[in-house]
């Protein structure tokens, strides 16, 4: 990866004379949501003669940021960071993008080496990294970030104990996206907003067998077969304790259907093999998008560049449910947050950037809630105005999830969540195999877990 890093250069001659200034822009490069090919891209924006330009009474200001996510994701950020840069000229923003691989790659890397990004992106994983997080707590106490245009209920949801360290970019909840044109092809009936997996398996097999292609694209094993699967069963239970210290059950076999499920699915060609779910690796590689499967796992904030990726519409309904009239397991969640490192050598003009990508309505325009629905109500109020039919389907579900109702939830994962899941992963591959039963994968996955909390 190659970073072009331009510095504006200023002459101030002594009898004040004008100032010019140039910079060279760098080019782009692609990128990809789940790729394992890292891309990255550093821009900056063109300085011109104006009165504007830096002074010497100005510093210049360099803060470096980064992201993972869609090339449009990468397109719209990129222009909100110019917006910025030319209404504060002083201040040059470098920035780099990734595939969600890739940037956990490198900023892991970079935390190791006690040089993490002024501003990085994070999201569920957020509680790996508290220690290298800048809490905005004063911040918000000076003014210099406005969180006065929005509610407690979201501000926590980037809190830990006390803290706030940041303002989602976006609240947001998974879904399943599908094209009803197919399942009208197929004869199945459209999904509503109380199916259950029941229905998603018949729904799958049948359109297997009537259009001959996958039933289902990739769903989310873990969230919807643990962290939902398990808030299904009732109100009172969760995958993870509330107290995060342990496990919110203790029945091994509530694991048990969902992994029976995806073996049944696969064995019958109605979902991808593990061979072919490796095929899958952005948005515009999802079997959804390519015509090969009706439906498939979605953030919500992802359906419209889903739909756009597949040039056709998209409907998104709940994840489905264990029973019609039971518990959805869903919650409003953020979908993820600009951190300012702990180590930044600009943390004031970094928090001066956040308030503004978080606040500005014009920024908010062009990044259209690509990272979910804001949480500020007067930009979210401006956007309502110009929404495309897609972008209010995706108001409204994130609505009707907000309505559900939940139990006690977990804001946060705990740390022993990622170990976790890639055992769970592990082993439901190891049932598709016939290395293992539903039910002893149920039991190995439930003492997996629990013995990492007893470490």
């Given at each position: 990866?190659?970073?072009?890093?331009?510095?504006?250069?200023?002459?101030?001659?002594?009898?004040?004379?004008?100032?010019?200034?140039?910079?060279?822009?760098a080019?782009?490069?692609?990128?990809?949501?789940?790729?394992?090919?890292?891309?990255?891209?550093?821009?900056?924006?063109?300085?011109?003669?104006?009165?504007?330009?830096?002074?010497?009474?100005?510093?210049?200001?360099?803060?470096?940021?980064?992201?993972?996510?869609?090339?449009?994701?990468?397109?719209?950020?990129?222009?909100?960071?110019?917006?910025?840069?030319?209404?504060?000229?002083?201040?040059?923003?470098?920035?780099?993008?990734?595939?969600?691989d890739?940037?956990?790659?490198?900023?892991?890397?970079?935390?190791?080496?006690?040089?993490?990004?002024?501003?990085?992106?994070?999201?569920?994983?957020?509680?790996?990294?508290?220690?290298?997080?800048?809490?905005?707590?004063?911040?918000?106490?000076?003014?210099?970030?406005?969180?006065?245009?929005?509610?407690?209920?979201?501000?926590?949801?980037?809190?830990?104990?006390?803290?706030q360290?940041?303002?989602?970019?976006?609240?947001?909840?998974?879904?399943?996206?599908?094209?009803?044109?197919?399942?009208?092809?197929?004869?199945?009936?459209?999904?509503?907003?109380?199916w259950?997996?029941?229905?998603?398996?018949?729904a799958?097999?049948?359109?297997?067998?009537?259009?001959?292609?996958?039933?289902?694209?990739?769903?989310?094993?873990?969230?919807?077969?643990?962290?939902?699967?398990?808030?299904?069963?009732?109100?009172?239970y969760?995958?993870?304790?509330?107290s995060?210290?342990?496990?919110?059950?203790?029945?091994?076999?509530?694991?048990?259907?969902?992994?029976?499920m995806?073996?049944?699915?696969?064995?019958?060609g109605?979902?991808?093999?593990?061979?072919?779910?490796?095929?899958?690796?952005?948005?515009?590689?999802?079997?959804?998008?390519?015509?090969?499967?009706?439906?498939?796992?979605?953030a919500?904030?992802?359906?419209?560049?889903?739909?756009?990726?597949?040039g056709?519409?998209?409907?998104?309904?709940?994840?489905?449910?264990?029973?019609?009239?039971?518990?959805?397991?869903?919650?409003i969640?953020?979908?993820?947050?600009?951190?300012?490192?702990?180590?930044?050598?600009?943390?004031?003009?970094?928090?001066?950037?956040?308030?503004?990508?978080?606040?500005?309505?014009?920024?908010?325009?062009?990044?259209?809630?690509?990272?979910?629905?804001?949480i500020?109500?007067?930009?979210?109020?401006?956007?309502?105005?110009?929404?495309?039919?897609?972008?209010?389907r995706?108001?409204?579900?994130?609505?009707?999830?907000?309505?559900?109702?939940?139990?006690?939830?977990?804001?946060?994962?705990?740390?022993?969540?990622?170990e976790?899941?890639?055992?769970?992963e592990?082993?439901?591959?190891?049932?598709?195999?016939?290395?293992?039963?539903?039910?002893?994968a149920a039991?190995?996955?439930?003492?997996?877990?629990?013995?990492?909390?007893?470490?």
């Open positions: 990866m190659m970073l072009k890093k331009v510095l504006a250069v200023v002459l101030v001659l002594v009898l004040s004379l004008s100032i010019m200034g140039c910079s060279n822009d080019e782009n490069t692609t990128d990809e949501v789940t790729s394992s090919t890292d891309n990255s891209s550093n821009e900056e924006s063109t300085d011109t003669e104006s009165s504007n330009e830096t002074t010497n009474d100005e510093e210049e200001i360099v803060l470096r940021m980064a992201w993972w996510g869609s090339q449009k994701r990468h397109d719209i950020t990129a222009e909100v960071i110019a917006l910025y840069e030319s209404q504060n000229p002083n201040v040059k923003i470098e920035y780099e993008f990734y595939d969600f890739g940037y956990i790659t490198n900023l892991n890397t970079l935390v190791a080496a006690n040089d993490v990004w002024d501003l990085f992106q994070l999201g569920g994983n957020f509680p790996t990294y508290l220690d290298r997080i800048l809490p905005l707590n004063d911040y918000i106490d000076q003014g210099i970030i406005d969180a006065s245009n929005t509610t407690d209920a979201f501000l926590k949801t980037t809190q830990f104990e006390d803290m360290l940041s303002l989602s970019s976006g609240v947001n909840t998974y879904g399943i996206a599908y094209d009803p044109e197919m399942f009208a092809q197929a004869g199945v009936p459209e999904p509503t907003n109380e259950t997996w029941a229905d998603y398996e018949a799958a097999m049948k359109i297997h067998e009537e259009l001959g292609i996958f039933g289902s694209s990739k769903i989310e094993d873990f969230i919807a077969g643990a962290s939902m699967g398990i808030s299904q069963e009732g109100f009172d969760n995958f993870f304790a509330p995060n210290v342990q496990l919110g059950f203790d029945d091994p076999s509530m694991l048990e259907d969902y992994l029976a995806r073996k049944r699915l696969v064995d019958a109605a979902y991808p093999d593990p061979g072919a779910l490796s095929e899958i690796t952005d948005i515009e590689s999802d079997f959804l998008v390519t015509g090969e499967a009706p439906m498939t796992w979605v919500a904030n992802q359906l419209p560049t889903l739909a756009e990726a597949a056709k519409e998209l409907k998104i309904v709940p994840v489905p449910r264990k029973e019609a009239n039971g518990p959805s397991g869903m919650t969640q953020s979908s993820q947050m600009f951190c300012i490192a702990k180590g930044s050598e600009h943390p004031e003009e970094a928090a001066k950037f956040l308030n503004f990508f978080i606040n500005d309505v014009e920024a908010n325009k062009i990044l259209a809630a690509e990272r979910g629905i804001p500020v109500s007067n930009v979210r109020e401006a956007l309502e105005t110009d929404l495309t039919d897609v972008q209010k995706m108001y409204d579900y994130v609505d009707l999830v907000g309505s559900f109702e939940t139990g006690v939830i977990n804001v946060i994962s705990p740390p022993e969540q990622a976790i899941q890639d055992y769970y592990l082993v439901l591959t190891q049932v598709i195999f016939d290395e293992k039963t539903p039910a002893e039991e190995e996955i439930f003492n997996f877990a629990t013995d990492k909390f007893n470490q």
